[in-house]
């Protein structure tokens, strides 16, 4: 068996990081718009559960590894504006959710949802209130900045029944902060960290980033021995994809200030030691949960998936999605809304579909979503579940990506028998490659400076 950091060297190539399958690049330009509707209307399930995704992109300040689609304003009166669009996107929506539709999945993306002020969010409530039916569990989520929420926020959003939080932390050390434009000492995170425990929030989402400039492996391993003290239930360590001409934000960044491959490969292996001495189950790639937390059970019980908002519960719902660039997976069918407020602004004044791309799998690509994902997800792979699903035998199906796992298996990231494929403790980080072997667009038609690199 090679060493963790010689195979981290070996696999550390671009891919995909399988929040959806095909990817997000295979959407086309949509030229017929009653066609997507049509297709919609088609893909609708009746009594099928349906996830909510809103994308709230307002910031107030730009954070220069930023990646995300979103709108630098100082401005509350633009999110008022929003709000009223969001309610034309919703009308639009509700004449063709599936009959009896029980929401069991909402969260807030952004940009930044705690932009919204107190009043705002109840607005936003209400609207979802009367266009959708929550089932009284749902799980809630909402991405949070700590350098601009504040406790009364944290109330409205419980009251509103808002149940799990995600905060951007990143790295805690001043120079780092300063080299990426987000200062946010560690007290910051501390209070909000508090004002969620004692307004009952049951699950509090910490993200880090390993690779931003200047850090070093003492300064992460800094960060995270803080982060630790708050105990969250989640925490996702992400590698920081230096892609200036992909997202312009990071031009700001100077090469020369953002550690060595090797540093950031030694940042990656405390993180995951460190996380997992201190009682965190590995999910898979970046994510880890406490034992009681719904994630690490959601791994054990075979309801975790992948969605745009990476490792989740509650697998096996539509995701709707709502807002500027949201993208949208109803069975089948995925659609992108227009990615500028104006575009979008000016397609709900029409009375349209918001919809800019789109993209219908085909039955190979629903088979590959479901063995990707098994892979991603359940760390495993059985033939006669696939089988059974799609009619086919899958062993012959997947005999070419059979040959192709060869060298995995001889690293010792998978083994094989006879019932199917399963993923090692050691293959875990690199479940990326492995789902790899099993996408049929990456060889020819997908550019791989499109992706970050796997580990
Ligand atoms: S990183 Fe988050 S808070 Fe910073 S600019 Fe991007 S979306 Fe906004």
Redesign the pocket.
């Known amino acids: 068996m090679l060493p963790t950091s010689t195979l981290i060297k070996k696999y550390n190539v671009a891919g995909p990081r399988y929040t959806s399958y095909p990817t997000a690049l295979l959407l086309a330009p949509v030229s017929d718009l009653k066609g997507v509707e049509t297709a919609i209307e088609l893909a609708v399930e009746p009594g099928k559960d349906i996830s909510i995704y809103i994308h709230l992109?307002f910031?107030r300040?730009?954070?220069w590894?930023?990646?995300?689609n979103?709108v630098?304003t100082r401005k509350s009166s633009d999110a008022d504006t929003y709000l009223d669009y969001l309610e034309k996107d919703f009308a639009l929506a509700a004449r063709r959710l599936p009959e009896g539709h029980r929401v069991t999945q909402l969260h807030l993306g952004?940009?930044?949802p705690t932009f919204l002020s107190p009043e705002q969010l109840m607005r936003l409530s209400l609207k979802l209130q009367e266009y959708f039916n929550f089932d009284p569990h749902a799980e809630c989520s909402v991405?949070m900045?700590p350098r601009y929420v504040t406790n009364a926020q944290v109330q409205v959003l419980r009251g509103i029944g808002f149940n799990r939080a995600s905060i951007?932390v990143q790295d805690l050390n001043p120079e780092v902060q300063q080299a990426i434009h987000?200062i946010q000492p560690f007290e910051q995170n501390r209070d909000v960290t508090r004002w969620l425990r004692k307004a009952g929030f049951k699950s509090v989402n910490m993200d880090l980033i390993y690779g931003l400039p200047m850090q070093t492996p003492e300064r992460f391993a800094n960060t995270i021995e803080q982060i630790l003290s708050l105990r969250p239930e989640r925490l996702a360590v992400y590698n920081y994809a230096h892609m200036p001409k992909l997202f312009p934000?990071q031009k700001l960044i100077e090469d020369d200030t953002l550690p060595k491959p090797d540093e950031k490969l030694e940042m990656l292996q405390f993180a995951i030691e460190r996380l997992t001495k201190a009682g965190y189950v590995y999910i898979g790639m970046d994510h880890f949960a406490l034992p009681g937390d719904e994630l690490a059970r959601a791994r054990q019980d075979g309801t975790l998936q992948r969605n745009f908002q990476g490792y989740s519960t509650r697998a096996g719902t539509d995701t709707w999605a709502f807002g500027v660039s949201a993208i949208s997976q109803i069975g089948p069918v995925m659609t992108q809304r227009h990615k500028d407020l104006d575009t979008y602004y000016e397609a709900l004044d029409r009375g349209e579909l918001p919809v800019t791309k789109m993209y219908r799998l085909t039955n190979d690509d629903a088979i590959r979503r479901d063995v990707i994902m098994q892979l991603m997800c359940g760390q495993k792979l059985v033939w006669s579940e696939v089988d059974r699903q799609y009619g086919i035998d899958s062993r012959a199906y997947f005999s070419r990506e059979m040959e192709r796992l060869h060298e995995l298996v001889a690293d010792g990231l998978v083994s094989r028998d006879s019932k199917g494929v399963n993923v090692t403790e050691a293959g875990r980080l690199f479940v990326r490659n492995i789902a790899m072997v099993f996408d049929a667009y990456l060889p020819e038609n997908i550019e791989q400076r499109s992706y970050s690199r796997t580990v």
């Open positions: 992109p910031c300040s730009l954070c590894y930023c990646g995300c979103k630098i952004g940009g930044t991405e900045d951007g987000r934000a």
